[in-house]
Protein backbone atom coordinates (compact mmCIF):
# COMPACT_ATOMS: atom_id res chain seq x y z
CA UNK A 1 0.00 0.00 0.00
CA UNK A 2 1.02 3.75 -0.87
CA UNK A 3 0.88 6.15 1.92
CA UNK A 4 1.90 9.69 2.07
CA UNK A 5 2.55 12.45 4.63
CA UNK A 6 -0.32 15.54 3.92
CA UNK A 7 1.15 18.88 3.14
CA UNK A 8 -1.01 21.82 4.01
CA UNK A 9 -0.02 24.49 1.28
CA UNK A 10 -2.30 27.66 2.98
CA UNK A 11 0.87 29.30 4.64
CA UNK A 12 2.64 28.80 0.54
CA UNK A 13 -0.14 30.30 -1.18
CA UNK A 14 -0.45 33.53 1.46
CA UNK A 15 3.01 33.85 0.09
CA UNK A 16 3.97 33.69 4.16
CA UNK A 17 6.74 32.15 4.71
CA UNK A 18 10.18 33.40 5.95
CA UNK A 19 13.32 31.14 6.36
CA UNK A 20 11.94 30.36 10.00
CA UNK A 21 8.68 28.56 9.14
CA UNK A 22 8.55 25.02 8.00
CA UNK A 23 7.81 24.64 4.55
CA UNK A 24 5.44 21.94 3.89
CA UNK A 25 6.83 19.39 1.63
CA UNK A 26 6.03 15.91 1.06
CA UNK A 27 8.06 12.85 0.98
CA UNK A 28 7.34 9.39 -0.30
CA UNK A 29 9.80 6.41 0.11
CA UNK A 30 9.12 3.45 -1.22
CA UNK A 31 11.42 0.22 -0.25
CA UNK A 32 11.40 -3.12 -1.54
CA UNK A 33 12.82 -6.28 -0.09
CA UNK A 34 16.59 -6.66 -1.75
CA UNK A 35 16.98 -9.34 -4.05
CA UNK A 36 19.60 -10.36 -6.80
CA UNK A 37 17.24 -10.88 -10.33
CA UNK A 38 20.71 -12.00 -12.00
CA UNK A 39 20.02 -10.53 -16.00
CA UNK A 40 16.27 -9.58 -15.89
CA UNK A 41 14.00 -11.22 -19.03
CA UNK A 42 11.10 -9.58 -18.50
CA UNK A 43 10.41 -5.82 -17.35
CA UNK A 44 8.62 -6.63 -14.30
CA UNK A 45 12.03 -8.07 -12.62
CA UNK A 46 13.56 -4.83 -13.09
CA UNK A 47 14.51 -2.59 -10.58
CA UNK A 48 14.84 0.92 -9.99
CA UNK A 49 18.44 1.73 -10.10
CA UNK A 50 18.91 -0.51 -13.83
CA UNK A 51 16.71 2.40 -14.92
CA UNK A 52 19.68 4.78 -13.38
CA UNK A 53 22.66 3.11 -14.68
CA UNK A 54 23.64 5.72 -16.95
CA UNK A 55 22.22 8.91 -14.86
CA UNK A 56 24.29 11.86 -14.24
CA UNK A 57 24.32 13.26 -10.52
CA UNK A 58 21.89 15.97 -9.22
CA UNK A 59 21.32 19.14 -10.66
CA UNK A 60 20.18 21.65 -7.63
CA UNK A 61 19.66 25.34 -7.08
CA UNK A 62 19.97 27.03 -3.47
CA UNK A 63 17.29 28.31 -1.35
CA UNK A 64 18.67 31.52 -1.37
CA UNK A 65 18.68 31.35 -5.90
CA UNK A 66 16.79 33.59 -7.79
CA UNK A 67 13.32 32.75 -9.76
CA UNK A 68 16.41 34.18 -12.72
CA UNK A 69 19.44 31.87 -11.41
CA UNK A 70 17.01 28.30 -11.30
CA UNK A 71 16.14 29.51 -15.07
CA UNK A 72 19.48 29.96 -16.30
CA UNK A 73 20.51 26.57 -14.30
CA UNK A 74 17.83 24.67 -16.57
CA UNK A 75 18.70 26.29 -19.77
CA UNK A 76 22.50 25.51 -19.02
CA UNK A 77 22.21 22.34 -18.14
CA UNK A 78 20.01 21.43 -21.13
CA UNK A 79 22.44 22.67 -23.57
CA UNK A 80 25.71 21.40 -21.47
CA UNK A 81 24.23 17.63 -21.54
CA UNK A 82 23.65 18.04 -25.70
CA UNK A 83 20.89 15.45 -26.09
CA UNK A 84 16.82 15.98 -25.76
CA UNK A 85 16.60 13.28 -23.17
CA UNK A 86 17.96 15.14 -20.52
CA UNK A 87 15.93 18.41 -20.82
CA UNK A 88 15.04 19.71 -17.85
CA UNK A 89 11.57 21.01 -16.78
CA UNK A 90 12.13 21.58 -12.89
CA UNK A 91 15.16 21.65 -10.41
CA UNK A 92 15.30 20.54 -6.70
CA UNK A 93 16.18 23.01 -4.05
CA UNK A 94 19.13 22.33 -1.59
CA UNK A 95 19.47 24.40 1.66
CA UNK A 96 21.33 23.92 4.89
CA UNK A 97 20.16 21.11 6.89
CA UNK A 98 17.57 22.01 9.66
CA UNK A 99 16.84 25.44 7.63
CA UNK A 100 13.64 24.48 6.68
CA UNK A 101 11.48 21.26 7.90
CA UNK A 102 9.65 19.39 5.78
CA UNK A 103 6.08 17.84 6.28
CA UNK A 104 6.10 15.96 9.36
CA UNK A 105 9.79 16.34 9.47
CA UNK A 106 10.64 14.30 6.90
CA UNK A 107 13.63 14.96 4.82
CA UNK A 108 15.84 13.66 2.01
CA UNK A 109 19.43 14.70 3.06
CA UNK A 110 22.77 14.72 1.22
CA UNK A 111 25.39 13.60 3.80
CA UNK A 112 29.41 13.17 3.14
CA UNK A 113 30.16 9.55 2.00
CA UNK A 114 33.06 9.04 4.56
CA UNK A 115 31.63 10.69 8.10
CA UNK A 116 27.89 10.95 7.21
CA UNK A 117 27.51 13.87 7.55
CA UNK A 118 24.18 16.04 6.20
CA UNK A 119 25.66 18.79 3.91
CA UNK A 120 22.50 19.62 2.61
CA UNK A 121 18.85 19.01 2.78
CA UNK A 122 16.37 18.72 -0.43
CA UNK A 123 13.34 21.03 0.49
CA UNK A 124 11.10 21.23 -2.83
CA UNK A 125 11.52 21.60 -6.79
CA UNK A 126 10.76 24.12 -8.57
CA UNK A 127 9.25 23.25 -11.86
CA UNK A 128 8.10 25.40 -15.06
CA UNK A 129 4.47 25.15 -13.56
CA UNK A 130 5.34 27.14 -10.42
CA UNK A 131 7.18 29.47 -12.30
CA UNK A 132 4.24 29.77 -14.35
CA UNK A 133 2.09 30.62 -11.62
CA UNK A 134 4.36 32.99 -9.83
CA UNK A 135 4.61 35.44 -12.90
CA UNK A 136 0.82 34.92 -13.60
CA UNK A 137 0.50 35.98 -9.51
CA UNK A 138 -1.45 39.72 -8.70
CA UNK A 139 0.96 42.12 -10.25
CA UNK A 140 1.14 43.71 -13.98
CA UNK A 141 3.80 43.00 -16.14
CA UNK A 142 5.73 45.77 -14.70
CA UNK A 143 6.49 43.53 -11.72
CA UNK A 144 8.50 41.07 -13.56
CA UNK A 145 11.90 42.22 -12.66
CA UNK A 146 10.64 41.85 -9.20
CA UNK A 147 9.37 38.35 -9.64
CA UNK A 148 12.54 36.92 -11.05
CA UNK A 149 14.52 38.19 -7.79
CA UNK A 150 12.29 36.17 -6.17
CA UNK A 151 14.08 33.44 -4.20
CA UNK A 152 12.84 30.10 -5.26
CA UNK A 153 12.28 29.38 -1.73
CA UNK A 154 9.55 31.63 -2.16
CA UNK A 155 8.12 30.06 -5.11
CA UNK A 156 7.94 26.38 -4.24
CA UNK A 157 4.60 25.17 -3.87
CA UNK A 158 2.51 27.42 -6.18
CA UNK A 159 1.61 23.87 -7.42
CA UNK A 160 1.25 20.83 -5.73
CA UNK A 161 4.35 19.00 -7.60
CA UNK A 162 6.79 21.63 -6.73
CA UNK A 163 5.43 21.39 -2.74
CA UNK A 164 6.05 17.69 -2.57
CA UNK A 165 9.56 15.83 -2.68
CA UNK A 166 9.50 11.71 -3.69
CA UNK A 167 12.50 9.36 -3.29
CA UNK A 168 12.32 5.66 -4.22
CA UNK A 169 15.05 3.45 -3.11
CA UNK A 170 17.19 1.78 -6.10
CA UNK A 171 15.77 -1.63 -5.21
CA UNK A 172 12.43 -0.72 -5.37
CA UNK A 173 10.93 -3.09 -8.34
CA UNK A 174 9.92 -1.27 -12.12
CA UNK A 175 6.46 -2.03 -11.36
CA UNK A 176 5.78 -0.29 -8.00
CA UNK A 177 8.32 2.72 -9.76
CA UNK A 178 5.02 2.57 -12.42
CA UNK A 179 2.58 2.84 -10.21
CA UNK A 180 4.29 6.07 -8.45
CA UNK A 181 4.44 7.28 -11.68
CA UNK A 182 1.16 6.76 -12.87
CA UNK A 183 -0.68 8.51 -10.48
CA UNK A 184 1.00 11.91 -12.20
CA UNK A 185 4.32 11.81 -10.16
CA UNK A 186 6.81 13.36 -12.75
CA UNK A 187 9.85 12.96 -10.52
CA UNK A 188 11.53 11.43 -8.13
CA UNK A 189 15.02 11.48 -6.65
CA UNK A 190 16.81 8.06 -6.12
CA UNK A 191 19.98 7.60 -4.43
CA UNK A 192 23.14 6.81 -5.94
CA UNK A 193 25.28 5.59 -3.30
CA UNK A 194 24.79 4.89 0.28
CA UNK A 195 23.67 1.70 2.51
CA UNK A 196 20.72 1.30 0.75
CA UNK A 197 21.81 -1.81 -0.67
CA UNK A 198 21.56 -3.76 2.70
CA UNK A 199 18.36 -2.61 3.76
CA UNK A 200 15.32 -4.13 3.36
CA UNK A 201 11.58 -3.36 4.95
CA UNK A 202 9.82 -0.62 5.80
CA UNK A 203 12.06 2.03 6.81
CA UNK A 204 12.40 5.40 5.66
CA UNK A 205 15.97 5.98 3.93
CA UNK A 206 16.62 9.49 4.54
CA UNK A 207 20.18 10.14 3.99
CA UNK A 208 22.67 8.93 0.64
CA UNK A 209 26.21 10.65 -0.58
CA UNK A 210 24.31 11.41 -4.13
CA UNK A 211 21.17 11.48 -5.74
CA UNK A 212 19.93 11.49 -9.14
CA UNK A 213 16.61 12.24 -11.03
CA UNK A 214 14.37 9.78 -12.17
CA UNK A 215 11.19 11.27 -14.22
CA UNK A 216 8.50 9.32 -16.33
CA UNK A 217 10.18 10.20 -19.55
CA UNK A 218 13.19 8.04 -18.44
CA UNK A 219 10.79 5.55 -17.25
CA UNK A 220 9.18 5.11 -20.64
CA UNK A 221 12.15 5.41 -22.54
CA UNK A 222 14.01 2.46 -20.59
CA UNK A 223 10.43 0.42 -21.69
CA UNK A 224 10.95 1.47 -24.98
CA UNK A 225 14.22 -0.59 -25.44
CA UNK A 226 13.07 -3.62 -23.39
CA UNK A 227 12.28 -5.65 -26.27
CA UNK A 228 10.16 -8.83 -25.60
CA UNK A 229 7.34 -10.62 -27.15
CA UNK A 230 4.56 -9.89 -24.05
CA UNK A 231 5.90 -6.28 -24.23
CA UNK A 232 5.42 -6.09 -27.95
CA UNK A 233 2.02 -7.72 -27.75
CA UNK A 234 0.87 -4.75 -25.21
CA UNK A 235 2.67 -2.13 -27.23
CA UNK A 236 1.01 -3.42 -30.32
CA UNK A 237 -2.67 -2.20 -29.11
CA UNK A 238 -4.34 0.81 -30.17
CA UNK A 239 -4.63 3.53 -27.23
CA UNK A 240 -8.34 3.20 -27.39
CA UNK A 241 -8.29 -0.26 -26.64
CA UNK A 242 -6.01 0.56 -23.42
CA UNK A 243 -8.28 3.09 -22.52
CA UNK A 244 -4.92 5.74 -22.70
CA UNK A 245 -7.28 8.43 -23.46
CA UNK A 246 -8.28 11.56 -21.73
CA UNK A 247 -11.33 13.04 -22.76
CA UNK A 248 -11.67 16.06 -21.56
CA UNK A 249 -9.08 18.42 -23.18
CA UNK A 250 -9.01 22.71 -22.28
CA UNK A 251 -7.48 24.47 -24.51
CA UNK A 252 -6.67 28.37 -25.74
CA UNK A 253 -7.95 29.91 -28.71
CA UNK A 254 -5.46 31.07 -31.02
CA UNK A 255 -6.34 34.82 -30.40
CA UNK A 256 -5.44 34.19 -26.36
CA UNK A 257 -2.22 36.16 -25.77
CA UNK A 258 0.45 34.83 -24.20
CA UNK A 259 -0.04 36.56 -20.47
CA UNK A 260 -3.62 35.76 -20.28
CA UNK A 261 -2.62 32.18 -21.70
CA UNK A 262 0.26 31.87 -18.96
CA UNK A 263 -2.73 32.89 -16.03
CA UNK A 264 -4.60 30.32 -17.52
CA UNK A 265 -2.40 27.32 -16.98
CA UNK A 266 -1.60 28.68 -13.38
CA UNK A 267 -5.21 28.31 -12.97
CA UNK A 268 -5.80 25.09 -13.77
CA UNK A 269 -2.36 23.84 -13.22
CA UNK A 270 -1.59 22.62 -16.43
CA UNK A 271 1.88 22.51 -17.94
CA UNK A 272 0.85 22.87 -21.41
CA UNK A 273 -2.39 23.46 -23.14
CA UNK A 274 -3.38 22.87 -27.22
CA UNK A 275 -4.30 25.97 -29.03
CA UNK A 276 -7.56 25.49 -31.41
CA UNK A 277 -8.74 27.67 -34.29
CA UNK A 278 -10.93 30.83 -32.80
CA UNK A 279 -14.46 30.84 -33.91
CA UNK A 280 -16.59 33.74 -34.51
CA UNK A 281 -18.73 33.78 -31.99
CA UNK A 282 -17.43 36.35 -29.74
CA UNK A 283 -15.91 33.87 -27.01
CA UNK A 284 -13.68 35.32 -24.61
CA UNK A 285 -10.05 34.42 -25.72
CA UNK A 286 -8.50 35.06 -21.98
CA UNK A 287 -10.37 31.69 -20.68
CA UNK A 288 -9.49 28.21 -21.73
CA UNK A 289 -12.10 26.26 -23.83
CA UNK A 290 -13.59 22.90 -24.56
CA UNK A 291 -11.60 22.18 -27.48
CA UNK A 292 -13.39 19.16 -27.88
CA UNK A 293 -13.79 18.85 -32.12
CA UNK A 294 -11.68 21.97 -32.46
CA UNK A 295 -9.25 22.00 -34.92
CA UNK A 296 -5.92 22.06 -33.38
CA UNK A 297 -3.31 24.65 -34.47
CA UNK A 298 -0.63 24.42 -31.97
CA UNK A 299 0.67 23.84 -28.71
CA UNK A 300 1.66 26.21 -25.67
CA UNK A 301 3.57 24.78 -22.89
CA UNK A 302 5.22 25.81 -19.87
CA UNK A 303 8.54 24.66 -20.95
CA UNK A 304 8.57 27.14 -23.78
CA UNK A 305 9.21 30.08 -21.49
CA UNK A 306 12.01 28.35 -19.69
CA UNK A 307 14.68 29.70 -22.57
CA UNK A 308 13.32 33.42 -22.36
CA UNK A 309 15.46 36.32 -21.17
CA UNK A 310 13.46 38.51 -18.76
CA UNK A 311 13.44 41.28 -21.60
CA UNK A 312 12.62 38.81 -24.37
CA UNK A 313 9.77 37.43 -21.83
CA UNK A 314 8.13 40.87 -21.05
CA UNK A 315 8.58 41.79 -24.58
CA UNK A 316 6.40 38.11 -25.62
CA UNK A 317 3.85 38.55 -22.72
CA UNK A 318 1.53 41.03 -24.87
CA UNK A 319 1.51 38.80 -28.10
CA UNK A 320 -0.33 36.19 -29.57
CA UNK A 321 -0.28 32.93 -28.18
CA UNK A 322 0.05 31.27 -31.42
CA UNK A 323 3.07 34.36 -32.77
CA UNK A 324 4.83 33.28 -29.93
CA UNK A 325 5.22 29.64 -30.38
CA UNK A 326 5.85 30.42 -33.86
CA UNK A 327 8.45 32.76 -32.99
CA UNK A 328 10.33 30.09 -30.86
CA UNK A 329 12.55 28.46 -33.36
CA UNK A 330 13.33 31.11 -34.54
CA UNK A 331 14.80 33.49 -31.65
CA UNK A 332 18.89 32.71 -31.39
CA UNK A 333 18.16 31.49 -27.30
CA UNK A 334 16.77 28.33 -28.84
CA UNK A 335 18.61 27.88 -32.27
CA UNK A 336 21.14 25.13 -31.29
CA UNK A 337 18.79 23.44 -28.64
CA UNK A 338 17.79 19.99 -29.83
CA UNK A 339 14.19 18.99 -29.79
CA UNK A 340 12.78 22.65 -29.85
CA UNK A 341 11.33 22.52 -33.75
CA UNK A 342 7.52 23.43 -33.00
CA UNK A 343 5.80 20.64 -34.83
CA UNK A 344 2.37 19.97 -33.67
CA UNK A 345 2.86 16.36 -32.20
CA UNK A 346 -0.76 14.35 -32.82
CA UNK A 347 -2.38 10.69 -32.60
CA UNK A 348 -5.54 9.11 -33.49
CA UNK A 349 -7.80 6.50 -31.86
CA UNK A 350 -6.63 3.72 -34.01
CA UNK A 351 -2.63 4.62 -33.06
CA UNK A 352 -1.18 1.92 -31.16
CA UNK A 353 0.80 2.67 -27.69
CA UNK A 354 3.84 2.24 -29.34
CA UNK A 355 3.75 4.57 -32.02
CA UNK A 356 2.73 7.00 -29.26
CA UNK A 357 5.98 6.08 -27.35
CA UNK A 358 7.63 6.50 -30.23
CA UNK A 359 6.01 10.33 -30.25
CA UNK A 360 7.04 11.47 -27.35
CA UNK A 361 10.26 9.90 -27.10
CA UNK A 362 11.53 11.55 -30.10
CA UNK A 363 9.56 14.79 -30.05
CA UNK A 364 10.33 15.11 -26.28
CA UNK A 365 7.01 16.18 -25.37
CA UNK A 366 4.74 14.86 -22.44
CA UNK A 367 1.29 14.99 -24.23
CA UNK A 368 0.11 13.73 -27.23
CA UNK A 369 -3.24 15.15 -28.87
CA UNK A 370 -5.53 12.73 -30.42
CA UNK A 371 -7.67 14.22 -33.55
CA UNK A 372 -9.77 13.23 -35.93
CA UNK A 373 -8.82 13.16 -39.80
CA UNK A 374 -9.98 17.12 -39.41
CA UNK A 375 -7.48 17.76 -36.56
CA UNK A 376 -10.52 17.85 -34.78
CA UNK A 377 -9.41 17.63 -30.73
CA UNK A 378 -10.96 14.27 -29.05
CA UNK A 379 -8.48 14.00 -26.30
CA UNK A 380 -5.12 13.84 -24.80
CA UNK A 381 -2.29 10.87 -23.60
CA UNK A 382 -0.36 12.04 -21.37
CA UNK A 383 2.59 9.87 -20.48
CA UNK A 384 1.30 9.63 -16.71
CA UNK A 385 -1.70 7.78 -18.96
CA UNK A 386 0.88 5.94 -21.15
CA UNK A 387 2.07 4.77 -18.13
CA UNK A 388 -0.99 3.99 -15.99
CA UNK A 389 -2.10 1.65 -19.41
CA UNK A 390 1.32 -0.30 -20.09
CA UNK A 391 0.90 -1.47 -16.43
CA UNK A 392 -2.38 -2.23 -16.10
CA UNK A 393 -1.84 -3.74 -19.21
CA UNK A 394 1.20 -5.95 -17.91
CA UNK A 395 -0.63 -6.65 -14.76
CA UNK A 396 -3.91 -8.13 -16.15
CA UNK A 397 -1.33 -10.01 -19.08
CA UNK A 398 0.56 -11.69 -15.90
CA UNK A 399 -2.73 -12.44 -14.04
CA UNK A 400 -3.75 -14.42 -17.08
CA UNK A 401 -0.83 -16.17 -17.12
Request: aromatic share 4%; glycine share 6%.
Amino acid sequence: MICCLSASSHFLRLGLLSSSCVLPTKQKTLMMQSSNCGNPSRLMDFKVKDLTVDKQRLVEVPDNATLADALNTMRIVRFWCQTVANRVRAVPVAAEPGKWLGAGGSMIVESEKETGRAKKQYIGMVTMLDVVAHIAANEGESGLDKKMAAPVSSIIGHCPEGRSLWSLNPNTSVMDCMEMLSKGIHRVLVPLEGNIENIAGPELVESASAYTMLTQMDLISFILHRSSSHLHAILSRSIAHLSAINDTVLALTSQARVKDAIECMSVAMLNAVPIVEASSDGEDHKQLVDGKNRRVVGTFSASDLKGCHLATLRSWLPLNALEFVEKIPRSPLFAHAPGTERELVTCHVTSTLAQVIGMVTTKRVHRVWVVDQNDGLQGLVSLTDIIAALRSALLSTAHHH
